[in-house]
């Protein structure tokens, strides 16, 4: 069984164009058929969509929608097996606003099981991690012991920095606050040794490994990336921190098969279980209480 612990839930069009080239359907039936066909027991989305509303005169949080629109937590209008993280819109908080936008997330988290962490997107948001304005949300996170995720690395448009996303600003953000789980996304690729020694270094920062390639790899692809594949896998030998690193897809970016199948030539086979389940069980640690509600048998 697997958990996908990095995808998106969000209809666009920018979206649906990419699990085109994928050979996927951005739709709810087309996320579930992949579950099924690919043992994918449950996912984890970054909340991307723009339809909450403001309850505290806050910034609100970025949600999930290609469930059904609007989103709702109360009844959970999206699909059992799938959670989300709420996204962050850091260039909108100010000192002003910052505690009140941690009451909108809290809104969520206090009454959703489904609501499984704080996503931020810095390098698409020209903000560090560490920034006193992200203060509140990390406070939020330790009170209700979920993990805050960070985009790093490479992004896909203009605005963004790449000072931001550098893996390294993880180090700060997560030296300060000791007792917040904190996931490197995309394993900082292409900093990836970085986010490695970061992850190493720091008992509370794990990594997910999504969005390393894109669309369908046809054979050539295959052959281009496996000296990439071969140099992660050097650096995950030697640091050895297989408790750290998680299964992730990005999906709609990429071809579900392709992306299992390949992920799989970077971790030693011994290792799959916790690469592909445990560790995200134990990071986004609210699964388990929806696994239970579900009664689902194997965990
Ligand atoms: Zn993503």
Known sequence: MIIDAHMHYFRIEGF?????????????????????????????????SYDA????????????????????????NQPDNVGYCLGVQSEEITPDNAEKTAMEF?????????CLGIKFYMGYQNVYLYDPRHEPLFELAKACDVPVAMHSGETANHHGRLRYSHPLTVDEAACRHPDVRFVICHAGNPWIVDAFEVASKNENVFMDFSGLWEHRLTPE???????????????LNYHGIWDKIMYGSDWPLINIPDNIR??????????WDEFYYDNALRVYSRIKVIRRMLNAPKE
């Not at 039936?29 to 449950?42: K, P, Y």
């Not at 692809?221 to 650096?235: A, K, P, S």
């Not at 390949?262 to 290792?271: F, M, T």
Request: net charge negative; hydrophobic share 30%; charged share 25%.
């Open 221 to 235: 692809r295959e052959q281009e990336i496996e000296e990439f594949q071969r140099y992660v896998r050097m650096w």
């Open 16 to 48: 649906d164009e990419l699990a085109r080239l994928a050979e996927h359907e951005n739709s709810r039936r087309g996320w579930q058929e992949i579950c099924e066909a690919n043992q994918i027991a449950f996912s984890v989305a970054m909340g991307n």
């Open 262 to 271: 390949n992920l799989g030539r970077i971790v030693p086979e011994k290792h």
């Open 106 to 114: 809290e809104y969520y988290l206090q009454r959703d099981p489904h």
């Open 53 to 76: 509303p403001c309850r505290f005169g806050g910034v609100t949080p970025r949600l999930i929608n290609l469930g059904g629109e609007p989103f709702c937590a109360q009844p959970y």
